[in-house]
């Protein structure tokens, strides 16, 4: 079994930064392949960027240029940052792990609780 704990929430005005962080624990994250996803205020959980085993990343168009994924295999956490911040990036952020490769598809097998980001304008 593996658990994802997010971490770095928070709120920021527009053009700033944030990173976050997700602690895996259960096994090796060098096992999964891992992605963020995110949930605006009444709308769908949709993906954001995602790291496959050998590296490859896949990031949403609207994120693209600003965001950036990242695995650290000693502390075994899944980073995201984020640079240049809109208020439309305003949403509750999420971790997922799997053993298949999903790109930004939203069925991976384990999730977090999330955290919340706030971009004020």
């Known amino acids: 079994q593996v658990q994802l704990v997010e971490s770095g929430g928070g709120s920021v005005q527009a053009g700033g930064s944030l990173r976050l962080s997700c602690q895996v624990s259960?096994?090796?994250?060098?096992?999964?392949?891992m992605a963020w996803f995110r949930q605006p205020p009444g709308k769908e959980r949709v993906g954001v960027a995602a790291?496959?085993?050998?590296?490859?990343?896949a990031y949403a168009d609207s994120v693209k240029g600003r965001f950036s994924i990242s695995v650290d295999t000693e502390k075994n956490t899944v980073d995201l940052q984020m640079n240049s911040l809109k208020p439309e990036d305003t949403a509750m952020y999420y971790c997922?792990?799997?053993?298949?490769?999903?790109?930004?598809?939203?069925?991976?097998?384990?999730w977090g609780q999330g955290t919340q980001v706030t971009v004020s304008s």
């Open positions: 790291l496959r085993l050998d590296g490859v990343t």
């Open positions: 997922a792990a799997g053993v298949y490769w999903r790109a930004l598809g939203n069925d991976y097998r384990y």
């Open positions: 259960g096994n090796p994250i060098s096992g999964y392949y």
